[in-house]
């Protein structure tokens, strides 16, 4: 069964560095997603990608994140100068553009800010 | 207001019992979509069933169906003939609008369900 991939699957950095956190989605999905979950609580959205750009961003995705389909297959999420709370699970999902279609989500990348 | 709400924090079930996991949602769209996820230990996100605010039907999916009532805003799961493997953290998330563009998910909180032998 397709699905999609996450790396790394686990990532300690110092505070203030540049994290990139990459994703292969599904090869004929076409909406593209960045959810975080922070140890204990409730998932929460921060963006949406379609077409090239970004569709839909959430509050939490201020400056210092943004999000790249640089070719054909990957799909990243770029954290500038991490902060403490950054630390988190993050997930990326896929979907196709069928609205009873479940977002495939990967497995995530646990991300340790220190 | 929170768009989804769990009120179950933990359930508890016997192995083979069905159970009944509560999820409302709070919503103006007439377009919208409910979807239950499970989350194992392991953290990954399994998605388990769909409803449309359009479907006239409850949704099923093997061992998993969603009991819909619309007017009440509830989209409670409901597990049949548990299993130890069903323990797990379960997710209630909605989407509004419908159409061909897919916008974020709200999530709830979450149930953390523990079956037993």
């Known amino acids: 069964e397709p699905e999609v991939t996450q790396t790394p699957s686990h990532q300690v950095t110092q505070m203030g560095q540049e994290v990139i956190l990459r994703c292969v989605p599904i090869s004929n999905h076409l909406y593209f997603y960045w959810y975080r979950q922070i140890l204990g609580q409730k998932v929460e959205f921060l963006v949406s990608f379609y077409n090239n750009e970004i569709s839909e961003k959430s509050e939490i995705f201020d400056d210092q994140f943004s999000v790249e389909r640089p070719d054909g297959s990957n799909f990243t999420l770029k954290i500038r100068s991490t902060k403490l709370e950054d630390s988190a699970m993050y997930f990326c999902?896929?979907?196709?553009?069928?609205?009873?279609?479940?977002?495939?989500f990967g497995s995530g990348t646990r991300l340790t800010v220190v | 207001a929170q768009k989804i709400t769990q009120t179950q924090p933990g359930m508890f079930v016997q192995e083979k019992e069905a159970v009944t996991l509560d999820c409302t949602y709070d919503t103006s769209d007439p377009s919208y979509g409910l979807f239950w996820y499970k989350q194992p230990s392991s953290g990954e996100m399994i998605f388990l069933i769909y409803?449309?605010?359009?479907?006239?039907q409850n949704a099923t999916e093997g061992r998993y169906s969603l009991n819909f009532q619309k007017a009440r805003k509830s989209a409670n799961l409901v597990i049949s003939a548990s299993q130890l493997g069903d323990s797990a953290m379960y997710f209630c998330?909605?989407?509004?609008?419908?159409?061909?563009?897919?916008?974020?998910?709200?999530f709830g909180r979450g149930t953390q369900l523990t079956v037993w032998p």
């Open positions: 998330a909605m989407r509004e609008g419908g159409g061909s563009t897919l916008g974020r998910l709200y």
């Open positions: 999902a896929s979907s196709e553009a069928r609205a009873n279609y479940g977002y495939t």
């Open positions: 409803q449309g605010s359009y479907d006239q």
